[in-house]
């Protein structure tokens, strides 16, 4: 009878137990003390012990429960944000699965434009280079067996540098481009468009010129954010950037710039040549955005006493958005064009920024970089215009850019050539010649005057 009443109390003293461990781990606070733990949490998410003391006395909890309430608030947080992240993800996803379906339709209906079949991608492109390389590699062979053959004939070593170029171009396109050349192109001018945007959407890198108050690169936060590595001691900087409205529509401005012939005409008195080396990636769409092309050109000051700056440089073209393109330049050593110069001249990451505005008109904003080497000193009377960036920087352009713009829209019809003065080197005689013109014709008429007086 002991033990079955003993076994009795057993079983009661476990039932009433178990309601007092249920309430204790299920404990639910009042929304009083929700709305105060939420409005702590919204403020710091990791309270130190002595403010969860605090927040215990205050609300009527123990502080196991404020630290277990913290801590199960940020695992709630902590996933809703994951769970948000991860609907974004999927919904990109879906986009880039949509895009890269549209490109192979696209890609599946393209014809070559020789034999007007179907083009090959993905894989038969990789085989094809496979053979190529392959095939190129049995000519180099055959070339380097032959040469030994000579050389043992005549007795006299022979060069294989540009016996091998024939062989290396295997690979090229029909611009001349090898196709290794073409692929650090295409990454140099990536990287250039990302420095380009960088350095025009920060001001961090930029300051006012303590000579005139222009805008000038701030050299020390630029080595910081872009390291080119050491510099020559007789290296110097010209930077400079402006912004500015032109009577013309963007499409157009596009356009202009990515013409080299246009680009002589739009910048007639500091663009004196210029042409298109090659066209080292077409457009999208038939269209300027994504064109690369690997170009020359000559800046002079209208006066002989400057010297002609020569680049071969790349000139990228993005659109940004609907209305807004990128034009960005950043020089390429071209082993094809060889530079007689007294100075080594390189342009950084330059170009413009052209905004779409009502009216026609366009908002363009221009950033100039170049690094130079004066090999030979310069004129003292051009000295502190060219040091000073305003020969070749974004002020001229964008005033050249204007007036051209303005020109080329509203055009005048000069009955005499005489009001026509143009541009290159030639243009100063010609402007000094009217000058001492005039200067002689007052001087007779002072003379004339005082016969008679």
Request: aromatic share 10%.
């Amino acid at each position: 009878m002991d033990v079955t009443s003993n076994g009795g109390d057993g079983v009661g003293e476990e039932t009433s137990r178990a309601p007092r461990r249920r309430s204790s781990r299920y404990h639910r606070h009042t929304p009083q003390q929700i709305q105060r733990l939420e409005g702590i949490f919204a403020e710091c998410q990791h309270p130190d012990e002595a403010r969860r003391l605090e927040l215990s006395v205050e609300l009527g909890m123990t502080p196991s429960q404020i630290k277990f309430w913290f801590q199960n608030k940020r695992t709630q947080t902590k996933a809703k944000q994951e769970k948000e992240k991860s609907i974004a993800l999927r919904a990109l996803n879906d986009e880039i699965r949509g895009e890269i379906n549209e490109i192979a339709q696209v890609l599946e209906a393209l014809e070559c434009r020789f034999c007007g079949k179907s083009c090959q991608v993905g894989e038969n492109i990789f085989i094809n280079q496979q053979k190529l390389r392959a095939e190129n590699a049995l000519l180099k062979e055959e070339l380097e067996r032959l040469s030994r053959e000579v050389e043992e004939y005549t007795g006299m070593p022979i060069s294989l540098h540009r016996a091998t170029e024939p062989s290396d171009h295997v690979l090229s396109n029909s611009s001349g481009v090898i196709a290794t050349d073409k692929a650090f192109m295409v990454e140099l001018a990536h990287h250039a468009m990302e420095e380009f945007n960088t350095l025009l959407q920060s001001n961090e890198f930029w300051m006012n010129s303590t000579d005139d108050g222009r805008t000038v690169i701030d050299l020390q936060a630029y080595e910081r954010r872009f390291s080119r590595g050491p510099n020559s001691p007789n290296l110097r900087t010209e930077s400079s950037k402006d912004c500015g409205v032109v009577f013309m529509n963007s499409l157009d401005l596009v356009e202009f710039f990515m013409d080299a012939n246009k680009y002589m005409e739009v910048f007639p008195t500091i663009v004196s040549k210029a042409r298109t080396i090659a066209v080292i990636k077409a457009g999208l769409m038939g269209n300027q955005n994504n064109l690369l092309q690997l170009m020359y050109e000559e800046l002079n000051v209208l006066s002989p006493l400057v010297q002609t700056r020569k680049f071969c440089f790349l000139r990228f073209c993005k659109q940004l958005d609907q209305n807004s393109w990128a034009i960005v330049d950043v020089s390429y050593d071209d082993p094809r064009e060889s530079f007689d110069s007294q100075s080594q001249v390189r342009r950084m990451p330059s170009g413009c920024y052209i905004q779409a505005m009502p009216d026609g008109q366009s908002k363009v904003t221009w950033m100039e970089h170049t690094r130079i080497e004066d090999r030979a000193s310069i004129h003292e009377f051009y000295r502190g215009h060219i040091w000073s960036g305003l020969a070749f920087g974004a002020e001229r352009r964008l005033a050249v850019l204007k007036r051209m713009c303005e020109r080329i829209n509203c055009p005048l019809d000069y009955s005499t050539p005489f009001f026509y003065i143009g541009g290159g080197k030639q243009s100063l005689f010609r402007i000094l010649f009217i000058a001492i013109f005039i200067q002689s014709c007052n001087k007779k008429e002072n003379n004339f005057k005082h016969v008679f007086q």
